[in-house]
């Protein structure tokens, strides 16, 4: 049996499609069961409710193998430790006595940098993964880089501006990997049953590119003018807050993207397996996602 938490997700929905092609019973947690696709429904067991509520994720373990397991976002967490490993502390409990062998976590790049406990959302995730880690279950931590994904945020500027727009710096190379490629990582692994032991997994994609290396490649795939525009530190917290993030969510987010600029996301050396098994480049994604969006967007 494989559990899959937040399964009508980005990234959650992928691992449900990929872990459905095998022949192994599935069981999913959804808040919101009416969100899956009615085939999907048909071939799981659907356990309605939060996978950060006890009740519910004892329910959804009980002779569980293997758990997908992604904390959902916390937009009003008091800072980035609650919201990551106090959501996920009854769910550490829970593994502790219901003999799951396996669990594949949605992570951060980061552990061993002198950034790491100053990260923000990254020290809260990695914080996350060290409370299941405790537990003694086989574990492998996908950890993550940057998302090409959203980029999709901003298809409205984007297509009627020309321009996306972060607090990042525009000239930093860093790890950008496409959601299709995380969700088919963590699928394979949850359906091997052959791996055992704890360790990180870093789903890196194939190559380092800037917010400048992105805005002209983009630019040569929609054949429109495209540039980055870095915004502010200041700016972009309030911007944060405006959206509904609490003070200390917001300042998370601002914490994670100085790690960054200081290089959280340095530590891992790329070899020829990243592009093996995170092979989409931004220019393919380029051309299969963010083109169709922005073409279809009204």
């Known amino acids: 049996m494989i559990v899959i938490t937040t399964p009508t997700g980005n990234i959650g929905s992928r691992v449900l499609a990929h872990v459905l092609e095998g022949d192994q019973p599935v069981r999913v947690v959804a808040r919101d069961p009416e969100k899956l696709p009615a085939r999907v429904r048909d071939q799981v067991e659907v356990i309605h409710g939060s996978h950060g509520d006890a009740d519910i994720v004892t329910r959804a373990l009980k002779g569980a193998d293997a ?19 106090g959501f996920t502390r009854p769910a550490a409990e829970v593994l502790r006595s219901q003999g799951v062998q396996r669990v594949v976590t949605i992570s951060s790049l980061g552990r061993h940098t002198p950034y790491a406990d100053r990260a923000g959302l990254g020290t809260g995730v990695l914080a996350m993964d060290d409370l ?28 009627e501006q020309g321009i996306f727009s972060g607090a990042f710096s525009s000239d930093r190379r860093r790890p950008t990997v496409a959601v299709q490629d995380i969700a088919a990582v963590a699928a394979r692994l949850l359906l091997d049953s052959a791996w055992t032991g704890q360790e990180e997994v870093p789903p890196i994609g194939p190559e380092d590119l800037s917010n400048e290396d992105m805005a002209a490649i983009a630019a040569e795939v929609l054949g429109r003018p495209v540039r980055y525009r870095q915004v502010p530190t200041p700016d972009y917290r309030e911007r944060l807050v405006g959206l509904g993030l609490s003070e ?30 995170t092979p989409t480049t931004f220019r393919q994604w380029c051309e299969d996602t963010l083109a169709p969006a922005i073409s279809s967007y009204q």
């Open 248 to 277: 200390g969510m917001a300042q998370s987010m601002v914490d994670l993207i100085t790690a960054n600029e200081n290089g959280l996301y340095q530590g891992v050396t790329r070899t020829p397996q990243h592009a093996i098994d």
């Open 67 to 85: 758990l997908f397991w992604l904390c959902p976002p916390h937009r009003q967490a008091s800072n980035a430790v609650t919201a990551f490993a």
């Open 132 to 159: 299941i880690a405790e537990t003694g279950v086989a574990l492998r931590a996908l950890t993550m880089p940057g998302f090409m994904d959203n980029m999709l945020r901003q298809k409205e500027s984007i297509k």
